[in-house]
C-alpha cells in the first residue's frame, strides 16, 4: 500500500512532573487506511490523542499534516485543520435536536441570526454519508440509543472536511451488530480517503477493521506495520514485553476458611454472572481492561449498586454464613467488608475536611460516648494510625486534600485498616500513587493477609497483581475467567483473556 | 471511566505546611471594617455618641435575634450542601400558630401559663413539622433542596393566611410577662433581652453538635462529599431528614420571637425575605454553598456585620437603597475573596 501520508508525528514527548506519559512516539498515518492503535492502560493512549486533537501541547517533537506543519492551537483549530476525535463518553447535548447538535458551534449565519436552511441542507448531506435514514435531523437526541448517539457524534465530523477521525473504544457500549454496522461505516470512510485512528483494548476488533496498527508501551511506540502480517499473540507480546522493574515485598501469608462467596453474582449491567471464592489470608487479582465490569463488581458486593441476580455469601468467625444478596454499605462495614474506591477526588475522601475524619468515618464508636465525640482521644489514636502507615502531613487537621496523591491514598487506605474490616476490596490502590508510595501500599497489603484478612484487588496495571496477589482472574465484558494460581498465568495469558482473544 | 494512568501528577513534593488562620478571622475583620466604617462616617457628622451608647448596642442584638437563631438552622441545611429557602414563610406560620394556640388555650382554661406552654409548642411544632417534610421531600421525592424549599416558602405562607383568616391573631388581654421582655430590647437583670440570651444559648448547642457529636460530623462529610459519606457507610437520607427537622424546630422558635416582638401578635405577612437575609449572613460569615465548610461562630459574625450595615444605615440616615446595594457589594465581594484563596491555596 503506497496510498500518501496523511500524519506524523517525530519524537513526541509530554511529561507530567516526574511521568513521562509520552517518551518519544512515532506515528506515521497515511490517506485512506485504518490505523489501530493499542496499548495497555496506561501506556500512554490518550495523551497521545490529545495531543493530536490539540487538547494538550508536547513537550517537544513535531506533527506534519499533509506535509505542512501541524501545531493545532486548541481542539477548535485542529477541528477546522480536519482532525476530528469521537471520545468514548459522548459529548453531545441532549436536550437539542440531532441537527442542532450536529451544526453545534458551526452554525451559518448571516448578521448575527441562524439560517437554518442552509445549516439543514448542510447537516443532511453529513447524515447522507452515514446511510442510516432513521436518524432524522429533528429527532431529539436523548431519544436515540447509544449506537446512534455515535454516529450523530460522526456526522458532526463530517460536516467539517474531516481529514483524519479518531474513534475512542467506540465499540464499548455498543452491541454486536451496531458494532458491525459501525465496521460498515468507517471502512466506507476510509474508501472516500479519510484516515480513522481507531483504539480498542480488543484485538479481534483490531484484526477485523484496522489496515495498519501501532504498538504504544510507556509512552514509546513499539512497534507496529501491518495488520495481516502479525499474528494477535505477536501484537499482545508487544503490548505487555516489559520487565517486572519493581519491588514486591512479599510478606508469608496462608490461605485459610471461605470468607466471601459469590454465586452468579449480576448486576444492572455488568457485571454478568460472576461466581468467586475467597479466602481469609489470601490476596486475589481481578485484571482485565476498562470497562470491563471490575469496578461494579465491587460495588455490587459492598451496596453501592443494586443486586440484580445471584447471591453473597459472607462466613464469620463462628462458621456462620451472612446470606444477603443486597444490603447497605452500613450493613456491609458491619458485617466486616471494607472498600477503596477507585476516584479518590470523586468518592473516596472529603477533600476538604481533616484527615482524621476522613480516616475514622466507618469506626467513630471507640472514640463516642451518647454520640459525643472524644476528640482528644481521637486524635491521639489518628496521630499513632499515621505513623503506622507513614503519612506525610503536618498533622491530623490538616484537609486531606493538602496531602500528595500517594498519601491520600495511604489515608483511604488506612480507613479500611482503622474499621478493622476482614474484607477488603481494593480498586486500583495504586492508582495515581508514586513509585515508593506504591511499595508502602503493596507492604500493607501483605501485611493484612498476613494476619487473616482477606483482599480483593481489581487492577488496570498488570505487573502489580502479579507481583502481589496469590490467586488471579480476569474479567472480560462483564464475565470473569475461572481464579487460578498466579504462577499459572503467564502476562500474554492475562492479556489475551482480557482482550477477548 | 478513563485511562487516568496518564494523569499522574508530580507525587515528590514535600507536603506543604499548611499553617492556617481560623476561617472565623475575616467575617471578624469584615465585623471590624463596617463598624470603623460607622464610626468615620457618623463621627463626621457628629452623631456618633448614639452609635456607640449601650443602648444601640442592646438595640443591634434584639434586632438580630431571629436572624441568629434562624442563621444556625440555616448553617446546619448549608454545611450539608443543601439550602432552605422556606424559613421566612415557616417563622411566618409559626408565629401565625403560636398566637391561636394562646388565644385558643386561653380561651378554654382561662390560664395565661398553659397557653404560654401551648403556644410556645405549638411555635416550635409548627417549624419542626415544615422541617420534616422539607427533610421527607429532599430524601424520599429526590427533589433538589432548592425546588423543595421553594415549595414550602409558598406552601407555608399559604397556610399562614389561611390559618389566621388573613389578618393578624391578636390573642385578646393583656400578654404574660415573658412576650413583654422579650419585645423591650433592653432587660434589666440580662442586660440584653431573653431573645438574644436565647440565640446564644443555642448557638453553643450548635457548636458542641457540629463539633464534638458523630452526627456533626456526618453533617461535614455529606455536604463535602456524599458520595464518600454513602460508601463509608452514612445514612445520607436519614441524616437528611434531622437536619432539616432541626433547623425547623429553630425556625418555629424565631416564629415564637417574631410572635412576641409584634407584642404578642401572629401576622401571616411578616419575615417575608427573611431566607435571603440569613443566606447572605451565612456565605458573608464563611458558609460555602457547596457544602462542607461553615462555622457557627463565623455566620453569628454575618449576621452581625448586616446588622451592624442596618443600625449604621439608619443611625446615618443614610437612604434605604444604600443598605441594600451596600449588603449586595459585601456578599458577592466576600464571596470572590474566598474563591480566590481557595485557588491559592489549591
Excluded at chain 1, 465530523?157 to 465496521?183: H, I, Y
Excluded at chain 1, 452500613?330 to 476522613?358: H, P, V, W, Y
Excluded at chain 1, 503493596?442 to 498488570?462: C, D, F, P, Q, T
Excluded at chain 2, 444604600?322 to 491559592?344: D, F, H
Aim: positive net charge; charged residues 20%; aromatic residues 6%.
Amino acid at each position: 500500500m503506497n496510498a500518501p501520508v496523511r500524519l506524523t508525528m517525530t519524537n513526541v514527548r509530554k511529561r507530567y512532573g516526574p511521568t513521562k506519559a509520552l517518551d518519544g512516539v512515532e506515528l506515521e498515518l497515511r490517506a485512506g487506511e485504518v490505523h489501530a492503535l493499542v496499548g495497555e492502560n496506561g501506556a500512554g493512549k490518550s495523551t497521545l490523542m490529545k495531543v493530536l486533537s490539540g487538547a494538550v501541547r508536547p513537550d517537544s517533537g513535531s506533527m506534519t499534516l499533509d506535509g505542512r506543519s501541524y501545531e493545532p492551537a486548541g481542539p477548535q483549530d485542529a477541528r477546522r485543520r480536519g482532525v476530528a476525535m469521537i471520545y468514548q463518553e459522548l459529548t453531545l447535548a441532549p436536550d437539542l435536536s440531532v441537527e442542532a447538535n450536529v451544526a453545534l458551534g458551526l452554525e451559518t449565519t448571516r448578521f448575527g441570526f441562524l439560517r437554518r436552511g442552509v445549516d439543514r441542507r448542510r447537516v443532511e448531506d453529513a447524515l447522507a454519508v452515514l446511510e442510516h435514514p432513521e436518524i432524522r435531523p429533528d429527532a431529539s437526541v436523548a431519544g436515540l440509543n447509544p449506537a446512534a448517539q455515535q454516529l450523530v457524534e460522526i456526522a458532526r465530523a463530517l460536516l467539517l472536511d474531516v481529514r483524519v477521525l479518531v474513534l475512542d473504544e467506540p465499540t464499548s457500549s455498543l452491541t454486536q451488530q451496531d458494532a458491525q454496522r459501525l465496521f460498515t461505516l468507517v471502512r466506507r470512510l476510509r474508501d472516500r480517503g479519510v484516515t480513522v485512528v481507531y483504539i480498542s483494548h480488543f484485538l479481534e476488533e483490531v484484526q477485523q477493521i484496522s489496515d495498519r496498527f501501532t504498538v504504544l508501551r510507556d509512552g514509546r511506540s513499539v512497534g507496529g506495520g501491518r495488520t495481516t502480517n502479525f499474528e494477535t499473540g505477536r501484537i499482545v507480546e508487544m503490548m505487555v514485553g516489559r520487565s517486572l522493574d519493581e519491588q514486591y515485598p512479599r510478606t508469608p501469608h496462608q490461605a485459610g476458611a471461605p470468607i466471601l462467596e459469590l454465586s452468579d453474582l449480576t448486576g444492572d449491567k455488568l457485571p454478568r454472572g460472576v461466581d468467586l471464592t475467597l479466602h481469609r489470608g489470601e490476596i486475589l487479582g481481578i485484571a482485565g481492561v476498562v470497562g470491563a465490569g471490575r469496578t461494579e463488581m465491587l460495588r455490587a458486593v459492598f451496596g453501592l449498586d443494586p443486586v440484580r441476580r445471584g447471591s453473597v455469601v459472607i462466613h464469620t468467625v463462628s462458621g456462620a454464613a451472612i446470606r444477603t444478596p443486597n444490603a447497605a454499605p452500613r450493613r456491609r462495614i458491619a458485617q466486616g467488608l471494607g472498600m477503596l474506591s477507585e476516584d479518590r477526588k470523586e468518592e473516596g475522601l472529603t477533600l476538604d475536611q481533616s484527615i482524621e475524619d476522613n480516616l475514622t468515618y466507618t469506626r467513630l464508636r471507640p472514640y463516642t460516648w451518647l454520640g459525643c465525640l472524644n476528640v482528644g482521644r481521637r486524635r491521639r489514636a489518628v496521630e499513632d494510625w499515621l505513623g503506622r502507615l507513614r503519612v506525610r502531613c503536618a498533622g491530623p487537621w490538616q484537609a486531606v486534600g493538602d496531602l500528595s496523591g500517594g498519601n491520600q491514598q495511604k489515608v483511604a487506605l488506612g480507613r479500611l485498616l482503622h474499621q478493622d474490616a476482614d474484607v477488603l476490596l481494593l480498586d486500583e490502590p495504586t492508582r495515581g500513587v508514586d513509585v515508593g508510595s506504591k511499595a508502602e501500599i503493596y507492604r500493607l497489603i501483605g501485611e493484612l493477609a498476613a494476619r487473616g484478612k482477606a483482599v480483593l484487588v481489581v487492577s488496570s496495571y498488570l505487573p502489580e497483581l502479579l507481583g502481589v496477589c496469590d490467586r488471579l482472574a480476569v474479567m472480560t465484558r462483564g464475565r470473569l475467567s475461572a481464579v487460578r494460581p498466579v504462577g499459572e498465568w503467564t502476562p500474554e495469558q492475562v492479556m489475551a483473556a482480557a482482550t477477548g482473544v | 471511566m478513563s485511562d487516568k494512568g496518564d494523569a499522574v501528577k508530580s507525587q515528590t513534593e514535600p507536603p506543604r505546611q499548611a499553617f492556617r488562620l481560623p476561617a472565623e478571622i475575616g467575617p471578624l475583620l469584615g465585623l471590624l471594617g463596617v463598624f470603623a466604617l460607622f464610626l468615620i462616617l457618623l463621627a463626621w457628622g457628629g452623631q456618633v455618641r448614639s452609635f456607640l451608647s449601650l443602648y444601640n448596642l442592646q438595640l443591634l442584638m434584639h434586632q438580630n435575634a431571629i436572624h441568629a437563631v434562624v442563621v444556625i438552622g440555616a448553617l446546619l441545611v448549608i454545611i450539608s450542601g443543601g439550602i432552605d429557602l422556606s424559613v421566612g414563610s415557616v417563622a411566618a406560620l409559626a408565629a401565625v400558630s403560636t398566637a391561636l394556640a394562646y388565644k385558643h388555650t386561653l380561651a378554654a382554661t382561662g390560664s395565661a401559663e398553659w397557653a404560654s406552654v401551648a403556644a410556645v409548642a405549638a411555635g416550635v411544632g409548627a417549624g419542626g413539622l415544615c422541617g420534616l417534610v422539607n427533610g421527607l421531600t429532599i430524601s424520599w421525592l429526590r427533589l433538589t433542596p432548592f425546588v423543595a424549599t421553594l415549595g414550602m416558602l409558598s406552601i407555608a405562607r399559604g397556610v399562614a393566611f389561611w390559618l389566621s383568616d388573613r389578618s393578624q391573631v391578636r390573642p385578646t388581654g393583656t400578654m404574660p410577662a415573658w412576650v413583654d421582655s422579650l419585645q423591650e430590647a433592653r432587660h434589666k437583670i440580662l442586660f440584653f433581652d431573653p431573645g438574644v440570651w436565647s440565640a446564644l444559648l443555642l448557638a453553643v448547642g450548635a457548636v458542641v453538635l457540629l463539633r464534638f457529636t458523630v452526627f456533626g460530623r456526618y453533617c461535614y462529610a455529606i455536604g463535602s462529599n456524599e458520595a464518600t459519606a454513602r460508601l463509608c457507610g452514612v445514612r445520607v437520607e436519614r441524616n437528611k431528614v434531622i437536619i432539616y427537622t432541626l433547623a425547623g424546630l429553630l425556625t418555629g422558635w424565631a416564629g415564637i420571637l417574631a410572635f412576641a416582638q409584634a407584642s404578642g401578635s401572629g401576622d401571616p405577612t411578616v419575615q417575608v425575605g427573611l431566607e435571603l437575609d440569613v443566606i447572605a449572613a451565612a456565605v458573608v460569615g464563611g458558609a460555602s454553598l457547596r457544602g462542607g465548610q461553615g462555622s457557627v461562630v463565623g455566620v453569628l459574625l454575618g449576621v452581625l456585620i448586616l446588622g451592624v450595615l442596618e443600625n449604621g444605615v439608619n443611625s446615618c440616615g443614610v437612604p434605604l437603597e444604600v443598605k441594600y446595594i451596600l449588603i449586595g457589594v459585601i456578599v458577592v465581594a466576600n464571596t470572590a475573596l474566598s474563591e480566590w484563596q481557595r485557588r491559592r491555596a489549591g
